[in-house]
């Protein structure tokens, strides 16, 4: 059965700190899918980024960075210069391929960021 | 615009009386999903749908209906409600389950 795990349930960093959170993920399926996401304390769910299992290039999108590692299940999120509006809870997910009927998508159970001054 | 919506956005309701909360999506996508959300669990996905009339549970179905009789709609039933079933539900679509989705503005339920 697949599993996501975000052993950091909460991290606190002052505004400029870089920080990382980490995502683990466990599946049998080599083609899969991973996926993180953003809930600002307003509450909506925002989507942030997507990879499959054959990309391991690691991606960058202004101050947001990922590091996707096959070899240790791991598809890390990390904020350069991190800002206050960085606050909020991040999920990393996980979906296997469809195989003829539709795969579940599991999340993690979120890591709260607090960002302050 | 696109948007998943879900109606209503607050619920306070006493256990056993029936409810639906209604999901409408205007992306003619193909995935439909609803999830809960309780502290320290994360989301959880309750049921999903590939298209229409094909449903399957996810994790936690249990207390929870659902139904797919057109592409843009899929409410989420509860049949007898009870407490443990006090939860934030968030709708969601995509063009399948391995694409971006798009969340509902969530639904806070209580059941007393």
């Known amino acids: 059965a697949q599993k996501v795990t975000q052993a950091q349930t909460e991290i606190s960093v002052v505004e400029k700190e870089d920080v990382t959170l980490d995502c683990v993920y466990e599946?049998?399926?080599?083609?899969?899918?991973l996926f993180w996401y953003k809930q600002p304390p307003s509450g909506e769910l925002v989507f942030l980024i997507r990879?499959?299992?054959?990309?391991?290039q690691n991606e960058i999108s202004g101050r947001y960075s990922w590091n996707f590692q096959k070899s240790t299940s791991s598809f890390n999120f990390t904020i350069t210069a991190s800002q206050v509006v960085d606050s909020a809870v991040y999920f990393c997910?996980?979906?296997?391929?469809?195989?003829?009927?539709?795969?579940?998508?599991?999340f993690g159970t979120g890591t709260r960021l607090q960002v302050t001054l | 615009e696109a948007q998943v919506t879900q109606n209503p956005r607050y619920l306070i309701t006493v256990t056993g009386k029936k409810l639906t909360v209604t999901c409408s999506q205007n992306?003619?996508?193909?995935?439909m999903s609803w999830y809960r959300q309780d502290p320290g669990l994360g989301l959880r996905q309750i049921y999903y749908?590939?298209?229409?009339?094909?449903?399957d549970k996810g994790d936690v179905p249990e207390g929870y209906k659902v139904s797919r009789k057109e592409k843009r709609n899929f409410p989420l039933i509860l049949e007898s409600p009870s407490p443990n079933q006090t939860s934030l539900y968030f709708c969601?679509?995509?063009?399948?389950?391995?694409?971006?989705?798009?969340f509902g503005q969530g639904t806070r339920l209580t059941v007393v």
């Open positions: 969601a679509s995509s063009f399948t389950e391995q694409h971006e989705a798009f």
């Open positions: 599946t049998r399926d080599t083609t899969y899918y």
């Open positions: 990879r499959n299992s054959f990309d391991e």
């Open positions: 997910a996980l979906s296997e391929r469809n195989t003829g009927t539709a795969s579940k998508l599991t």
């Open positions: 992306m003619n996508h193909e995935y």
């Open positions: 749908s590939m298209n229409v009339e094909v449903t």
